[in-house]
């Protein structure tokens, strides 16, 4: 079966410092990954989506970056944070065509 | 832009009683819908997935889609407390595998 793995789970970071968040999945192959954030209190802003290792697409502009450095491997990156930063950060995979996403535990980001 | 939009609540119902959550969305290539459950401070989980017009069911949970009135819902039956949760609704094409997420609706289910 299939599994995705986030972490860390919680991580309290002060502003100017780098960031670095990462998603794995098992059980599937060349799967259509994606990067959520989740302010307080509000809905999931889709930040970048991946349909293939080194292929991302960005849908905010943003402070964040992202790679896909193998086919089931997503990193969220960032060089400085700012306290606009904090959130909910999920990760999910998808197969195109197939079903909606399942989402990993997440990852709750404090920028102080 | 295209929008899923949903009303944020609270929906307040009795314990036993039916839990009615509605959805609009604008992208009439929508081909698939979804409705994702999230306890507070976790992330969300996915309970039902629709396609075609007309009812899904499944156990106490009922998925609604009439793609003419661009529109979602999905009811509960026999509602518990630990149905109390945020319900978020996404619709997406087959052919990008983007889903567009609504801001949920809060429900709370009072014994």
């Known amino acids: 079966s299939q599994t995705i793995h986030q972490w860390p789970a919680t991580l309290v970071q002060p502003v100017g410092s780098p960031l670095s968040l990462e998603c794995t999945v098992e059980?599937?192959?060349?799967?259509?990954l994606y990067w959520y954030r989740q302010a307080a209190g509000r809905g999931l802003q889709l930040l970048f989506y991946?349909?293939?290792?080194?292929?991302i697409s960005s849908e905010v502009p943003q402070n964040l970056s992202a790679s896909r450095p193998q086919d089931r491997q997503f990193i969220l990156s960032s060089k400085k944070l700012l306290l606009s930063d904090s959130g909910f950060y999920l990760c999910?995979?998808?197969?195109?065509?197939?079903?909606?996403?399942?989402f990993g535990s997440g990852t709750r980001l404090t920028v102080v | 832009q295209k929008e899923v939009e949903q009303n944020s609540g609270p929906l307040s119902v009795p314990e036993g009683a039916i839990a009615s959550l509605n959805c609009t969305y604008s992208d009439r290539g929508s081909q698939s819908f979804f409705w994702y459950r999230q306890y507070s401070g976790k992330s969300p989980e996915l309970i039902m997935s629709?396609?075609?017009?007309g009812d899904k069911e499944d156990g106490r949970f009922t998925a609604q889609l009439n793609k003419a009135s661009q529109y979602v819902s999905l009811l509960i039956r026999d509602s518990q407390p630990s149905d109390s949760a945020t319900y978020l609704c996404?619709?997406?094409?087959?052919?990008?595998?983007?889903?567009?997420f609504g801001q949920g609706t809060t429900l709370q289910v009072k014994p």
């Open positions: 999910a995979w998808s197969v195109l065509g197939r079903g909606g996403y399942t």
């Open positions: 629709i396609y075609s017009n």
């Open positions: 059980g599937t192959s060349n799967p259509n």
């Open positions: 991946s349909v293939g290792i080194g292929q």
């Open positions: 996404a619709g997406g094409s087959s052919n990008t595998g983007k889903l567009i």
